[in-house]
């Protein structure tokens, strides 16, 4: 199949763009280095902030790794060069869909190495880190599902990065990474139920905590959350896609 040899020039194009890698891996390294210099052996509730923090930041910056995918897909498809690619022998449809699995696939890989460096470096405790890289390609997959989503809603580009920098920051801040929110029972729902950065750490939290069936509910609504939302942007594609 023609679309799959694709794949190698897409990942290629990946990684010569030097401005993804420096956003989803330079910036997250030198502020996880930083943190964790900070923080020392600090502890918290005889929690070490270090771990917390680390895991934290790590999951966060998954938060923005779907501006990848929206970018190839918004320049191979809504701009000039969506007419050399519709003149080409394959089915573009697919095409997209390889493009968007690239795109997903560099994210979870640089989420990785970073998990990685945080356990080899700073001696993080993410417990099974098997099933830690798993969360973390749940994160990377409604990540790009989420932005092509936005790249489908609006015609402007430009308004569709906006709304993925409301979605990334959105979930922080709901979540009280950079200040406290009040004790409120929405809030506390959609940290519950929707939140993707809450759902990931409860679900790493308790599985290096044995609970592993809270892990397992936790990861079955990022799950659900994928469905959901990919069926929402295959809906959208039809009607916008060349």
Same mark, same amino acid.
């Given at each position: 199949m023609r679309e799959l040899y694709t794949m190698r020039f897409t990942a290629l194009r990946l990684i010569r763009a030097w401005v993804v890698l420096l956003l989803l891996f330079v910036v997250?390294?030198?502020l996880v280095t930083l943190l964790s210099i900070i923080m020392g052996d600090?502890?918290?509730?005889?929690?070490l902030l270090r771990n917390e923090i680390n895991v934290m930041m790590v999951l966060a910056f998954q938060l923005f790794g779907g501006s990848v995918?929206?970018?190839?897909?918004?320049?191979?498809?809504?701009?000039?060069?969506?007419?050399?690619?519709?003149?080409?022998?394959?089915?573009t449809?697919?095409? *997209?869909?390889?493009?968007?699995?690239? *795109?997903? $696939?560099?994210?979870i890989?640089? *989420? #990785?190495?970073? #998990? *990685?460096?945080?356990?080899?470096? %700073?001696?993080?405790? %993410?417990?099974?880190?098997? %099933?830690?890289?798993?969360?973390? #390609?749940?994160?990377?997959? $409604?990540?790009?599902?989420?932005?092509?989503?936005f790249t489908f809603?609006?015609?402007?580009?430009?308004?569709?990065e906006r709304l993925s920098e409301v979605y990334g920051v959105g979930a922080i801040l709901i979540a009280g990474l950079?200040?406290?929110?009040?004790?409120?029972?929405?809030?506390? %729902?959609?940290n519950e139920y929707i939140n993707p950065i809450m759902l990931a750490y409860e679900a790493i939290d308790a599985y290096r905590n044995a609970n592993v069936g809270d892990a397992w509910m936790n990861a079955g609504l990022l799950g659900g959350l994928i469905v959901i939302t990919f069926v929402i942007m295959l809906l959208l594609g039809r009607r916008r896609m060349p």
């Open positions: 997250p390294f030198v600090a502890e918290e509730g005889g929690l995918a929206m970018n190839y897909i918004h320049q191979d498809f809504f701009t000039e060069r969506r007419y050399r690619i519709q003149s080409l022998p394959m089915n449809t697919l095409y *997209g869909f390889t493009t968007m699995l690239i *795109g997903t $696939l560099y994210s890989i640089l *989420g #990785a190495l970073l #998990a *990685g460096y945080t356990v080899l470096v %700073w001696n993080v405790d %993410w417990g099974n880190i098997a %099933w830690s890289i798993f969360i973390i #390609a749940l994160m990377a997959t $409604l990540s790009s599902i989420v932005c092509l989503i809603s609006v015609k402007k580009f430009n308004i569709a950079i200040f406290p929110m009040p004790d409120h029972a929405v809030i506390n %729902w959609v």
